[in-house]
């Protein structure tokens, strides 16, 4: 699995990954959104099912980091089939 | 002119409901009526808003103009009785709405303490946003507090009750906590991470009642005869669906309002959603209540779409599965892993529960410690029954997916069982396995 663990990931999840969500396990809590430094409202995306497809996503992973249920993470971008979460709608 | 709906009640499944009646009847009217003067906002996001991890405006996940686009009419009041013969929903100012299709979406609501002195001022439950800033209102200048209860709730209070410096002793009644769904050895981990937070944490103590000096709470009474002062008591024994309405207006109801698999009551033209709904398991054959956020939401779809179009869409069950923290420590639970039974700390279900996570299966239970989590498998003949994820959750994500698919893991059962076994590989590997033939 991709779990964001270190610059070079990151750098590495910059080019070829963006944030995927599990939304069964979202409550809506905004903690992602809160803490996103540039305000992309990752809440809604989860809440839609999709992945954080913003081009201003600094692939920072503060948001995967703090959502307290643990249900981000980075998904290489091939491996989303065209961009639609698991349960998502 | 579209069909009229009415929407009681502006938790997710009445906004989940109202985006389904809207995705399928661009012309349709939708009225949600709401009590909470706070409007539309996260539950679960309460715990994390009481342990100042989050601001209060940023529970709220719908942006005006999200709900704007809705199209809705929002009434801000509680609605106070329903006539099904005349299809009208009265409301507290004494207003009357008329509605083609009703919708009761109304949760649920902590049941509070029986014992003497529960009206005491410092009494405190936490049910929703203005609970919340009670709790945080009263911590200010607080020496003491004491939590009674079990589960989820409980450990919320405890936790944001810690994070605003009021010292908490949590009551439990038997020898450790959350007994019918968590392992000895996860119980443990929970109460000793909240001693290192400086919790005290009392086994086999019952609140016998609650002392008052002026009205306020000044300490409780323990069964065995001592005496805690305290400026507040917590109480989070378990939550009770809101039916009264639904009652009052002759719907049939058990625990919940009973609903088809459409989630249609006995009325047609009447539906329920979200904690409120008690519909039928298709896996049991039984009737079964959930107090979570994602079921409330699948609920809220699919009530919606029914009453946007006709009675098309069946709600699934499924297997329950919740993520949360206990005690810092970042644990999932996914269908059945109790130990059967109920919790003596507990009247009902929990916030965030499941009927089915204390049920009893005939499966064998694996613990161990492996990639930086605790993990516990109900491993059955052929299927996964349950799992508890306690820490790094990335081994989560593959118990989910097999659980939920109930897929067959029968290759890996006997291994799975055999003393030092590698669990995450094993899991792994199965779901990979598993993924590859899906696709
Ligand atoms: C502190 C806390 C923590 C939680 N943690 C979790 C968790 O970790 N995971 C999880 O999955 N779930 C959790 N939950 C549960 C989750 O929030 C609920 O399952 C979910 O909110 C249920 O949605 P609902 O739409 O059925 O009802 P609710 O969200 O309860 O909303 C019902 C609404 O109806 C309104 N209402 C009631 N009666 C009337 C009336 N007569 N007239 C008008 N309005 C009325 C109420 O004011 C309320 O706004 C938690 C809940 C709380 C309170
Ligand atoms: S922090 Fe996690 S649970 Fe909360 S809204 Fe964001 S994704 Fe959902
Ligand atoms: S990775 Fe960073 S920039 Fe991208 S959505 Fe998450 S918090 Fe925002």
């Known amino acids: 699995m991709s779990w964001f663990k270190s610059d070079r990931e990151k750098y590495a999840a910059l080019a070829t990954a963006w944030v995927l969500p599990e939304p069964s396990r979202c409550v809506q809590c905004g903690v992602c959104s809160f803490n996103c430094p540039i305000e992309i409202d990752v809440r809604r995306h989860v809440w839609l099912g999709e992945p954080v497809k913003d081009s201003r996503c600094l692939t920072c992973g503060e948001c995967i980091k703090r959502c307290p249920r643990g249900l981000l993470r980075f998904e290489p971008i091939a491996a989303t089939h065209g961009g639609r979460a698991r349960g998502g709608r | ?439």
Not at chain 2, 127 to 147: C, E, F, P, T, Y
Not at chain 2, 186 to 210: C, K
Not at chain 2, 409 to 437: C, F, H, N, P, Y
């Open chain 2, 1 to 439: 002119m579209g069909r009229r709906h009415v929407l009681i009640g502006m938790g997710p499944g009445a906004i989940a409901a109202a985006e389904a009646i809207r995705s399928a009847d661009a012309g349709a009217e939708i009225v949600v009526v709401g009590a909470d003067r706070h409007g539309y906002y996260s539950r679960p996001g309460l715990a994390y808003y009481l342990a100042k991890e989050i601001p209060e405006k940023w529970l709220h996940p719908l942006s005006a103009e999200g709900l704007a686009g809705l199209d809705l009419t929002i009434v801000n009041e509680r609605a106070d009785g329903i006539d099904t013969k005349a299809h009208r929903v009265m409301l507290e100012s004494g207003r009357e709405l008329v509605y083609d299709r009703l919708l009761i979406a109304t949760g649920s609501t902590a049941i509070p303490a029986k014992v003497p002195g529960a009206e005491l001022d410092g009494v405190v439950k936490l049910d929703d946003l203005d609970d919340a800033n009670d709790i945080i209102r009263r911590s200010a200048g607080a020496k003491g507090a004491v939590v009674v209860g079990g589960g989820i709730t409980a450990l919320e209070i405890v936790e944001g009750l810690h994070a605003h410096g009021v010292h908490v002793d949590y009551f439990m009644r038997q020898d450790r906590y959350w007994k019918n769904v968590l392992s000895e050895t996860e119980s443990h981990v929970v109460e000793q991470e909240l001693g290192g937070r400086g919790v005290r944490v009392h086994n086999y103590t019952e609140l016998a009642g609650i002392l008052g000096r002026d009205g306020r709470v000044a300490a409780v009474a323990t069964g065995d005869g001592k005496r805690i002062p305290c400026d507040l008591v917590a109480v989070a024994i378990g939550v009770h669906a809101r039916i009264e309405l639904a009652r009052a207006a002759g719907l049939a109801c058990g625990r919940g309002i009973l609903v088809d698999e459409y989630l249609r009551s006995s009325d047609e033209d009447v539906y329920a959603a979200g904690d409120v709904a008690e519909p039928v398991d298709h896996g049991t054959g039984l009737r079964t209540m959930e107090v979570l956020w994602n079921s409330a939401v699948r609920k809220g779809r699919t009530a919606g779409l029914n009453m946007a179009t006709e009675p098309v869409r069946a709600y699934e069950t499924g297997i329950p599965l919740n993520v949360t923290r206990l005690a810092g420590l970042k644990t999932t639970i996914i269908g059945s892993v109790g130990s059967g039974g109920r919790d003596a700390d507990l009247e009902g279900l929990q916030r965030g529960d499941s009927q089915t996570w204390s049920e009893l299966g005939d499966a064998v239970a694996i613990e161990a410690q492996t990639h930086g989590a605790r993990v516990r498998l109900a491993v059955g003949e052929r299927a996964l029954a349950g799992a508890v994820v306690m820490g790094d959750q990335s081994l989560s994500f593959p118990l989910q997916d097999l659980i939920q698919a109930r897929a067959d893991v029968g290759s890996i059962a006997a291994d799975l069982k055999a003393a030092g076994a590698s669990i995450a590989e094993l899991v792994e590997g199965r779901w990979r396995e598993w993924r590859e033939q899906l696709a």
